[in-house]
């Protein structure tokens, strides 16, 4: 026969106290696409983790996320479904171009600016601008290292943008892919803490791309050393945007696993400043060799030809 | 058969209609007109039947109205209700023709050619069109690309400067020369655009949708003034 105590309403316990007064409970969490559910497994865990919180930033953006959840509704033939990946304002652009830039350490860069908000326009045009300015910033920095020499010729070299338009769109969309669906993949093996849309790692990579945007006017200076520190600078900055970010991500899979996803990351992305680097802008120290060869080839080429 | 017995029915329903008469002292009076189709304001008169000439003149004034209003752009919305393509096609045209003949000691190394230019102007003008209307924005698709394609203009002209100072001769003056006027024009390309195209957009989104109309035209202009003939 229930007593009255057992009839009255009964306030559980947080979900965090319940597993700490009985840590080998089995729990259940629930992984969905929807934002809600997130905050759950940052909760589920000990309540130690405190810098776990702060990395997903789960303090304020509740109320956002909820909010947020509910659009997205249009079917994808339709325009209104593509208006809400532009669904932003000057000031969130520049705010994620600020967070991208200067990155705190300890903040995600997704969790705290993007919030399940990821727009198209900033990684479109941010990458739209950095294949132009390298492309330019190549020309000039050639006609300036070449200027006094008799032999030389100005050439637009026009062909160039097409090529940096290529690579740089691949990285910014390719790499992303293939991210997304190795974390996928693991993710169904391994539980992890967070998961990250298409949309969202797309919008890291792009914002992360900025730097490179002054680093590439910065490059037209004909010095070596400069040109490495200011790489060195760059890639510093971005690579670590893109660590913090993906750290959580795969920190509870294997250890060697999560190290080598983290270092293919930051590889990729100096492979990518290098080659720009290596392609685009001209040594300045090798002189008269360097503009013997190309009319030499050209020459060949004309022949071959015909 | 039907009738003589419908009206066989009716009769008695209608007897006592044959007594109503109407009063002689109420006025009847009024007036029966039936408006014969004048049509006297002609308005959509047949364009079938006048001379080519007409047709052709018509376009080109409107095509001729639209140059003005881009050197000197006025918040008019002439521009803009009634959008045409004539004009972006040629200046898009002749464009790329004074940019061919660029330096070309091999294909590689060139200016852009005929297909880069044509594809950049139209392929630009047409993503900056999706992308001011995927931010929200309410002008429609083709009139964008109509103010686009029409502020092509200044740089046209620019083009033709620099073709003009460049046949004098390619050393320093004529480059400075060359940089001032390309920098003006671009100047004056993004202001007659964005004069135009701004106020279509939400309040809290200008400088999302000016900034790719910059970036456009600064590659136009950065194509322009690096045109060295061979």
Partial sequence: MATVDDLKFQEFDDAANLLAANPDATTISIDEPAEIPKNQHGRLQEPGREEDDELLGTDDSDKTELLAGQKKSAPFWTFEYYQTFFDVDTYQVLDRIKGSVFPVPGKNFVRLYIRSNPDLYGPFWICATLVFTIAVSGNLSNFFIHLGKPTYHYVPEFRKVSIAATTIYAYAWLVPLALWGFLVWRNSKVMNIVSYSFLEIVCVYGYSLFIYIPTAILWIIPQNMVRWVLMMFSLCLSGSVLVMTFWPAVRDDNRRIALATVGTIVLLHALLAVGCLAYFFDAPELDFPASINPDHNGTTVIIESW | ?230
């Fill in chain 2, 1 to 230: 058969m039907a009738a003589a017995e419908g009206s066989g029915a009716a009769g008695p329903l209608f007897a006592g209609l044959a007594d109503v008469s109407i009063s002689e002292d109420i006025p009847v009076e009024g007036e029966i007109t039936v408006p014969v189709g004048s049509r006297s304001p002609d308005e959509d008169y047949s364009t079938l039947d006048e001379p080519v000439r007409d047709t052709i003149m018509r376009d080109l004034k409107a095509v001729g109205k639209k140059f003005v209003h881009v050197m000197y752009p006025k918040k008019s919305s002439a521009l803009l209700r009634d959008w045409d393509l004539w004009g972006p096609l040629v200046l898009c045209v002749s464009l790329a023709l004074m940019l061919q003949g660029g330096s070309a000691d091999s294909k590689d190394d060139g200016g852009p050619q005929f297909a880069e230019v044509f594809v950049i102007i139209w392929f630009g003008a047409v993503v900056i069109t999706l992308n001011s209307k995927l931010l929200g924005g309410t002008i429609s698709f083709f009139q964008s690309l109509c103010v686009l394609g029409y502020c092509v203009l200044p740089l046209t002209v620019a083009m033709l400067v620099c073709r003009l100072v460049l046949l004098a001769g390619s050393g320093t003056i004529s480059f400075i020369i060359r940089l001032i006027v390309v920098v003006a024009m671009f100047g004056w390309s993004t202001l007659a655009s964005t004069a135009f195209l701004a106020d279509s957009q939400p309040p809290n989104r200008k400088a999302l949708v000016v900034y790719p109309i910059f970036l456009f035209y600064f590659v136009i202009s950065w194509m322009i003034l690096t045109f060295t003939p061979q």
